[in-house]
């Protein structure tokens, strides 16, 4: 019987190249050329790609075989397969030569035939998938359609922003990965945190390891935060998502994917320093904690701290990670975990105004529009805990949890205007003083059962599962709005200090209170067939239950008493959500898709009867050509892809003024985005990682009464261009590395669309230097041409213009010790 066919996908991973565009068969000869080796104590998988790249042989392995394992120090002078011998000891594999010539690593075979895979278990859901030690910017493989599947298996656009990647670009924040993502912008919201969107659609609900959880529920202004220290990469799904997470967004899905106890001892102490008084330490240690290796550990400590190009501003955060993972037997590994992540900061909320005719003023990129005692806070800490039973090889269990809590303190200072922009003269202006305190619960939980099997000649995967996802909160904010005389040119940090009863103490002062209680439910299926060899089929569904409250109370100055409003409610029961993909295998490296998905999101706004709107509905459509080439050294895509959705709520304007003293709503809205994605991410010639995404995407109202032909999603660029390239030099230059890139966007419109936000081009670079086996220098220069710009976002007259950072430097030093 022949292998389960997703298995037979992972295998014949490349680790080299021996030429540019392809590779050549390795002649005996060429295997016995003695080269000088000078490798560090590091991963297997990263050694051996080290040892492949400087002898230029090709060496192919399945990535389960080396998850996890460490290799020794390489020094000498070896042939490739002496090196590579050297790396393979004691880690229960063994060199072989193929017949045609190349090197193939394999389980070792003791003396009476049986296959040593060494003492740790391996966690199947992760086979391929981990990108930590591969040195590459293509990932073998993705876990966020539930168990592990190639790029080319998904009939979707899918983006895994690797942990090599990360690291060459220094990317800590989501916000600022996102950005270097094919089709992702990452904006700054009304508040500390951010607004991911894919293809004119905000993502709401993040996946941590597969779990989502809503993360962007709006009270007053956007305040989820993200960092990336605690993950081994970020994978990232466009297009419609809702067979995953229900109510997901039409745009997409992100995923994040934490790093793994190991079972070997590591430990890495990074330390930075840049522009902006910026310094950084961080150490990264993990290794097993018993001595046969079925119980591993993590540790990631973080701290950073920073001034600003802002004048005034200031940001610290303390980040803890810690994580084990047990095997409670050969088959079955228990994962737990928990983060803390505390950030404090002296921000300005909202950025700065613009000029009535949506102009910005010729102010400098350092004006503060916020008060000395500015000062937000923001800690957030999540248990992660997860369980995976292997049945056989064919079949397995996983149940993931995940709870996070979430606490958002701040008072808040900081210069609108009083009408719709400023004066010509930079009058116009008032303070706006606000205190928040925000406190969230969310709880995500998701089960699945997925096995392979042969019927009727055919072979078969299923998936079966279900998730539950809860967030409550319990916020309160005040806030007063004081008109002045002051200028934009002449902005006072000096105001009284405000607290909450004080702003409910002032005049035009108000305070408001609100909980959100929202639930959702599903169970989905896939079935995966391949009627012939070439072709997969792919069927999905998923039936969705979702609950939605809104309460909300205020309080006017000088008054004790405290007005309830009517509370806002949504239920669906037993949405169902269908999906279909086809995969058509032209060569064993190219492959076309297609793909349908439909979308419902719920709406919480009544119409003129007080009947709450039907869910708004969607239809996503996607065709395209992927490519696993050079051996998987490299993914391709390119996809074309529609969405039309309908049902979205407009303003009733026939109904006048019957709700609430408000125009009522109906379900007549119709939107459509489309457009086209390109990307290719790898080694695309020799030592030269790659990443590079295009994006041209419309959103355009189809039916609206007052938008209707007009653009739907003011932030999202008609054009977005991601590069970035790092280079590993050879021969007497071994220990130099070198990278370049640039972002590039056309512009997008202000939220009142009477004026373009320009679209702009920033460069960035780094050099990295080798210093010793242990020790690595970088630095990394952004904005490497000082372009003077305002970022994309919510930007409005009154507020929400931020400028882009300008030219800074971060140098690092990082000491990997020989363990």
């Avoid at 993502?181 to 004119?200: A, E, P, Y």
């Avoid at 407009?650 to 809205?669: E, H, Q, T």
């Amino acid at each position: 019987m022949p292998k389960p066919w997703p298995r037979a996908l992972a295998i014949a991973i490349a680790l080299a190249t021996a030429g540019p565009f392809g590779y050549a068969h390795s002649e005996p000869a060429t295997q016995q050329q003695t080269l000088r080796f000078d490798l560090p104590a590091a991963s297997l998988a990263e050694t051996l790609n080290a040892i492949a790249r400087q002898s230029g042989q090709v060496v192919s392995l399945e990535p389960v075989l080396v998850r996890g394992k460490q290799a020794p120090a390489i020094r000498g002078e070896l042939t490739a397969g002496q090196a590579l011998q050297q790396a393979l000891e004691g880690s229960g594999l063994e060199l072989r030569v193929t017949e045609s010539g190349n090197f193939s690593v394999q389980p070792a075979v003791d003396g009476n035939g049986a296959l040593e895979l060494g003492a740790t278990s391996v966690n199947a859901d992760l086979q391929g998938a981990t990108t930590e030690g591969s040195g590459s910017y293509a990932a073998r493989a993705v876990t966020i359609g539930k168990g592990t599947h190639t790029l080319k298996e998904i009939p979707q656009s899918v983006t895994v922003m690797t942990r090599q990647q990360l690291d060459d670009q220094d990317l800590v924040d989501l916000k600022d990965a996102v950005n270097q993502t094919t089709g992702i912008v990452g904006l700054q919201g009304v508040g500390k945190g951010m607004i991911l969107s894919s293809r004119g659609f905000q993502i709401d609900a993040w996946q941590y390891d597969g779990v989502p959880i809503p993360r962007n529920t709006y009270a007053l202004g956007n305040w989820a935060t993200q960092d990336l220290i605690f993950f081994d990469r970020l994978e990232v799904l466009r297009g419609a998502s809702g067979l995953l997470q229900g109510t997901g967004s039409p745009g997409g899905a992100v995923n994040m994917v934490r790093k793994r106890g190991q079972s070997a001892p590591t430990v890495a102490l990074t330390g930075k320093a840049g522009s902006w008084d910026h310094y950084g330490l961080q150490l990264d240690a993990g290794g097993p904690l018993n001595q046969a290796g079925t119980i591993r550990g993590r540790l990631v400590a973080d701290e950073d701290q920073s001034k600003s190009f802002i004048d005034y501003e200031w940001s610290k955060t303390h980040s803890l990670y810690g994580a084990l993972d047990i095997d409670l037997r050969d088959d079955t590994t228990l994962g737990l975990a928990i983060s803390r992540s505390d950030g404090e900061s002296r921000p300005t909320i909202r950025g700065l105004p613009r000029y009535a005719d949506g102009s910005m003023p010729d102010i400098s990129r350092s004006t503060y529009a916020g008060a000395h005692w500015n000062h937000s806070e923001i800690d957030v800490t999540t248990v992660y805990a997860d369980l995976e039973h292997r049945f056989n090889d064919d079949w397995a269990f996983k149940v993931g949890a995940l709870r996070m809590t979430e606490d958002n303190t701040s008072k808040q200072q900081r210069l609108s205007t009083v009408g719709y922009g400023l004066e010509a003269d930079g009058s116009g202006a008032e303070y706006d003083d606000w205190v928040t305190d925000f406190d969230s619960t969310k709880l995500g939980l998701d089960m699945n059962l997925t096995g392979t099997f042969e019927a009727l000649s055919m072979q078969q995967e299923v998936t079966l599962g279900g998730n539950y996802s809860k967030m409550t909160t319990d916020d309160r904010y005040a806030r007063t709005f004081n008109p002045t005389s002051d200028t934009i040119f002449d902005i006072d940090h000096n105001r009284p200090e405000v607290s909450y009863e004080g702003l409910l103490n002032t005049a035009g002062g108000r305070g408001y209170m609100s909980e959100y209680d929202i639930r959702q439910k599903g169970l989905y299926g896939s079935w995966r067939i391949k009627p012939v060899d070439d072709l997969t089929l792919v069927l999905g569904s998923r039936v969705s239950w979702y609950d939605y409250s809104y309460e909300s109370r205020n309080q006017f100055a000088f008054s004790n008493v405290v007005n309830v409003s009517e509370p806002s409610t949504a239920n669906e029961t037993g949405e169902v959500t269908p999906y279909a993909g086809i995969v058509y295998d032209l060569t064993r490296e190219w492959a076309v898709y297609a793909s349908y998905t439909d979308v419902f999101e719920p709406q919480t706004v009544r119409d003129a009867s007080g009947s709450m709107l039907e869910p708004v509905i969607g239809t996503n459509y996607e065709i395209g050509l992927k490519g696993e080439l050079l051996d998987g050294r490299v993914n391709t895509s390119l996809a074309f892809f529609r969405y039309d959705q309908e049902n979205r709520s407009v303003n009733d304007l026939a109904a006048g003024y019957a709700c609430d003293g408000w125009y009522c709503s109906k379900a007549a809205g119709e939107v459509r985005s489309q457009g086209i994605e390109a990307e290719i991410s790898g080694e695309v010639i020799d030592n030269l990682q790659l990443f590079a995404g295009y994006t041209y995407n419309t959103t355009k109202y189809l039916e609206d009464p007052t938008n209707e032909g007009s653009v739907f999603s003011t932030w999202t660029p008609k054009h977005m261009l991601r590069v970035w390239g790092n280079y590993q030099f050879t021969g007497d230059l071994s220990r130099l590395s070198t990278g370049l890139g640039l972002t590039t966007q056309s512009h997008t419109l202000g939220y009142e669309r009477t004026y373009d936000v320009p679209g702009y081009t920033v460069w960035n670079a780094r050099v990295g230097y080798q210093l010793t086996p242990e020790i690595g220098l970088a630095v990394n220069a952004n904005n490497l041409f000082d372009k003077k710009y305002i970022a994309a976002g919510y930007n409005q007259l009154d507020g929400n213009n931020n400028f882009g950072d300008p030219r800074n430097l971060m140098f690092s030093v990082k000491y990997t010790p020989d363990l």
